[in-house]
């Protein structure tokens, strides 16, 4: 899986289209969406003109959709506004308690063994949604999707993950750009003379967690993928992990049951 990648949650359209083929040009191979997001038919357009085999295309099952045969037809619905035959990686968006994890993990498991998703993951779910899920299920949980930025580092979690080999992906790994008004962030772009989403996008590297920025702009598409070969100091990644007040810049109340997008159905 490419360490950076381009998340497309609230672009849509031509836009979305644009975006797109600036990333390809850029160098980017990850395309990140999810069913959630209304946009899998634009990114089916505009990766259509593109080789496949050269990228790596992640989308998401809500759960609101996660019995058995909700996620097969959830996961066919999506190869088909995408154009493609498979997807690289296939998620579970969020956790849902109101339906049989071991329903759910059996479903990815078919998914995976058919080919139609290469590898099965889950997002924000928490040290013991993951444990769960590996209980019930023998399919390799290749990622867990997560918010991960300077001001939500969630030690536990991101430990339990590497314990069990599961690859970190930071949603937001930017906090939707809150965290460039951080002091320390501030400081350590002028220190290297590079834009604060560099800064932020090479901590996360340097803590072994892989990256979607999500961005409109070729510029700073490009910037956000040139953080490969150079690094920061020890000692300034230490500052950086120093900044954590576990603060989410997701609006989604957890509690919200009813949104169209994640919530819950009766």
């Not at 991960?148 to 430990?159: A, G, K, M, S």
């Not at 040139?226 to 300034?236: F, I, N, P, T």
Request: proline fraction near 5%; charged fraction near 25%.
């Amino acid at each position: 899986m490419p360490r950076v990648g381009l998340g497309t949650g609230g672009l849509n359209g031509d836009a979305l289209q644009r975006t797109i083929h600036d990333a390809i040009g850029a160098g980017y191979t990850l395309i990140d969406t999810a069913e959630g997001y209304g946009n899998e038919a634009a990114v089916g357009e505009a990766i259509a003109s593109h080789d496949r085999e050269d990228l790596f295309l992640v989308s998401k099952v809500l759960p609101k959709h996660l019995e058995y045969e909700s996620v097969i037809g959830s996961c066919n619905a999506s190869l088909e506004r995408l154009g493609t035959g498979y997807v690289d990686l296939y998620l579970i968006h969020w956790p849902n308690p109101a339906i049989s994890l071991r329903e759910t993990m059996d479903a990815m498991a078919t998914l995976r063994a058919t080919g139609t998703a290469r590898n099965v993951g889950v997002s924000n779910f928490s040290a013991y949604q993951l444990s769960c899920a590996q209980h019930v299920s023998d399919v390799p949980i290749a990622v867990n999707q997560i918010e991960f930025h300077p001001w939500r580092q969630r030690p536990d979690l991101v430990e339990y993950c590497r314990e069990t080999g599961v690859a970190v992906q930071a949603a937001a790994p930017l906090a939707r750009t809150e965290v460039f008004e951080d002091e320390t962030v501030v400081d350590l772009a002028a220190d290297y003379d590079r834009p604060p989403a560099q800064i932020v996008l090479r901590w996360a590297l340097q803590r072994n967690v892989a990256v979607i920025p999500n961005s409109a702009t070729t510029a700073h598409l490009r910037a956000n993928l040139d953080v490969g070969d150079w690094e920061l100091d020890d000692a300034d990644c230490r500052r950086l992990d120093g900044a954590d007040r576990d603060h989410s810049v997701y609006t989604l109340p957890p509690t919200d049951w009813t949104d169209d997008a994640f919530g819950i159905a009766r």
